[in-house]
């Protein structure tokens, strides 16, 4: 089946804790992009990848890393998490950059950061 | 960037009734998608529509470029309708994409 699949689903850290929200598509899509969903403010783009070794900043990328070293895996990083981190997150990817079309979405990872 | 609002930002309906979601953008675009997310926070691809005039069952959607809007028609509405709508764009210089802030529905029995 062809899917976005993030992991975890949940999690709950402390600040400062660094953690990884792993983010993998089986459809050999080039794009892959990172978002953060708030109330009230919908989804904002935090980093996106064009392809292997090439990503860019969305529209808040304060406070996340990213790599994209393989075409199926784009891994959010947060070196130390803040409270205002806290928010749903979900990872996307599509078959050609620029280009929504077929654009899928993974099951979304709720962070908490206390 | 690209400015996309929706409206109504709310909107409460009863069984079967139909409904008109709205989506303007500030820019020359050549993608544009409506998506559903659904009460338990899943995000589904309704239309890709650029341009033109779509249907899909109870759904369709038509996208007016050179006014810069594009609607989202629900008719016979159910309660599996429920959720957030939302429009995305990419404009055409860049690889963005921007989101609006959504129209939350509630279909009600």
């Known amino acids: 089946e062809a899917q976005v699949t993030q992991n975890p689903r949940y999690l709950i850290t402390v600040t400062g804790k660094k953690l990884t929200v792993t983010c993998s598509q089986n459809m050999n899509h080039e794009y892959m992009s990172w978002y953060r969903q708030d109330p009230g403010l919908g989804l904002r783009q935090i980093y996106y990848s064009m392809n292997v070794e090439v990503t860019d900043k969305g529209d808040v990328p304060e406070g996340y890393k990213v790599s994209r070293k393989e075409k199926r895996n784009f891994p959010l990083i947060l070196e130390s998490p803040s409270p205002n981190q806290t928010s749903l997150y979900f990872c996307?990817?599509?078959?050609?950059?620029?280009?929504?079309?077929?654009?899928?979405f993974g099951s979304g990872t709720r962070l908490t950061v206390v | 960037g690209i400015q996309v609002e929706q409206s109504p930002p709310d909107l409460i309906l009863q069984e079967g009734a139909n409904s008109t979601l709205r989506c303007n953008f500030s820019d020359s675009v050549n993608n544009l998608q409506w998506f559903h997310q659904n009460p338990w926070g899943q995000l589904i691809n309704l239309f890709y529509i650029p341009s033109g005039t779509k249907q899909n069952g109870r759904l369709s959607a038509t996208t007016v470029a050179t006014e810069r809007y594009s609607l989202l028609y629900i008719s016979s509405s159910q309660t599996t309708d429920s959720g957030v709508y939302f429009c995305a764009v990419v404009g055409n210089t860049g690889n963005q994409f921007y989101f609006g802030t959504g129209t939350s529905l509630t279909v009600i029995p």
């Open positions: 996307a990817s599509s078959f050609l950059w620029g280009h929504l079309y077929g654009y899928t």
